[in-house]
């Protein structure tokens, strides 16, 4: 059975990624994100899953419209075991994840706030591992599907001192 992960990395932030790192190599995970992610994707490099770094234009609920048109495609190009996960804690998504469970018939698709909550019934995921955020070298293949380069990003520069007036 290959798990595909959609994570909206807007809402979950780095907190959605916890668990990655005990993904096997079978499972896909499909990172959505605007012009100007607010994490780091360090913890990416130690994932043996086959990672897809996907930017979408921002605008309200945009990410959120990618997300699921995205899920459709993969459902129809998947197989019957399959399994999807919604990582994001947005409600929202809940809808169309009931409406793809009635098509199947089973429980294919799920909504949770991180990877890790859906390996629990794996006992050695039941006891939360801390991740490293060490820079290594992807162990599967990354790639970018039609995202256009994120904006670096600019670390706030500190105000100069108030000059000092001489005294009188």
Known sequence: MRTTYLIDLENVQQHGLHGISMLPETDRVYVFFTN???VSLCSLANSLAALHLIGVPGGSQSLDMHLVSYLGY???CGTEDDRFVIVSNDTDFDPP???WNKRFGSYKV????AIVEW???DPAAAEPVEETEQETAP???VTKEHAPRPAPVQQPVADA??????PT
Do not use: M
Not at 110 to 113: A, E, G, I, M, V
Not at 161 to 166: G, T
């Open 36 to 38: 100007n992610p607010r």
């Open 74 to 76: 993969l459902i129809g």
């Open 97 to 99: 994840a009931a409406f």
């Open 110 to 113: 799920t909504r949770q706030s």
């Open 119 to 121: 390996r629990r019934e």
């Open 139 to 141: 162990k599967a293949p």
């Open 161 to 166: 001192a108030p000059a000092q007036s001489e």
